[in-house]
Nanobody, 124 residues
Framework: QVQLVESGGGLAQVGGSLRLSCAAS????????MAWFRQAPGKEREFVAA????????RYTDSVRGRFTISRDNAKNTVYLQMNSLKPEDTGVYFC?????????????????WGQGTQVTVSS
């Protein structure tokens, strides 16, 4: 059974940090792009960051660039999202997803496997 399981969400203060993890089972992530998306209440799911597995190239949405860092551990079949300098607008459910191809894309339709999500709440 293919599973992506996120963890590490929670409550943070403005300016604080959280580190999200996404562990995969039932599939090997080494040949796929991996990404993080988020969804705030009443809003559509949006792209946050992606990492190309082969060369570790990364891509970020403008609102998180310089604050968030996506990384991966091949041996652990796990992807991470380090989130620093958190803002209230970072609040939402964060999902990891596996890309359908080797090309980094930002549309949700370009990803085939999704985790169940982990809640991140940033309060002032």
């Amino acid at each position: 059974q293919v599973q992506l399981v996120e963890s590490g969400g929670g409550l943070a203060q403005v300016g604080g940090s959280l580190r999200l993890s996404c562990a995969a089972s039932g599939l090997i992530l080494s040949n796929n792009v991996m990404a993080w998306f988020r969804q705030a209440p009443g809003k559509e799911r949006e792209f946050v960051a992606a990492i190309s597995w082969g060369d570790s190239g990364t891509r970020y949405t403008d609102s998180v660039r310089g604050r968030f860092t996506i990384s991966r551990d091949n041996a652990k079949n796990t992807v991470y999202l380090q989130m620093n300098s958190l803002k209230p607008e970072d609040t939402g459910v964060y999902f990891c997803a596996r890309g359908r191809s080797l090309v980094v894309r930002t549309g949700a339709g370009d990803y085939d496997y999704w985790g169940q999500g982990t809640q991140v709440t940033v309060s002032s």
